[in-house]
């Protein structure tokens, strides 16, 4: 368990399948239903290669920026919300991240590099998924070709998964140009 300023985060080993990848000894941002227990009785546990943030663990209008950064990464300009607007459903759970206050925009840095991001998106507006190295320089784009906003004519559904992969990722933005956007289950590898 780890404890910062009189919260308690919970974290623990687990797997879980994106899509048809089974990704193995994942650590996932409070899982209430997890015994820590049995991995703090285990003798080793494995270094993660994938982490996967749930974002249950977050209160409501919560200001999200070092919350997850036990687990080697930092968001910008993000809010923790429960959606009441029915167009931006949770993917699971009740806990979202929308930009905010700076609508449009959120990024997240990591603490060490990955080589694979993904996370469920909803949005208002057409959305780029930017991945940078440690020099700023652009090393992919994934992009969300038009808004997904549910119950809404789109052809895409909302909720719909968006990954980017590329060697030495320091540095993913989400950027929905005059619109609003979330994220749920957002996750990355080493």
Known sequence: ??????????ACLESFTLDGFDIQNQILGSVSQCRMEEAIDTEEVAV?????????????????????????????NGIAIHPSNPAFPAHSGLVVLMAAPKSGFLEATFLRPVNFVSTFVTSSQRLVLSAYNNEHQLLDQAVLPEP???NSDSTLPSNILLSI????????????????FIIDDFSFCF
Request: proline share 2%; glycine share 6%.
């Open 148 to 150: 997904n906003l549910a």
């Open 165 to 180: 992969s590329a060697s030495n990722i320091h540095r993913v933005t989400f950027c929905a140009f005059d619109g609003q």
């Open 1 to 10: 368990m780890i404890v910062r300023g009189g919260m308690v985060k919970q």
């Open 48 to 76: 993660p290669k994938c982490i996967l943030l749930n974002l249950e663990d977050l209160k409501c209008f919560e200001v999200v920026d070092r919350q997850y950064e036990q687990y080697g990464v930092i968001f910008n």
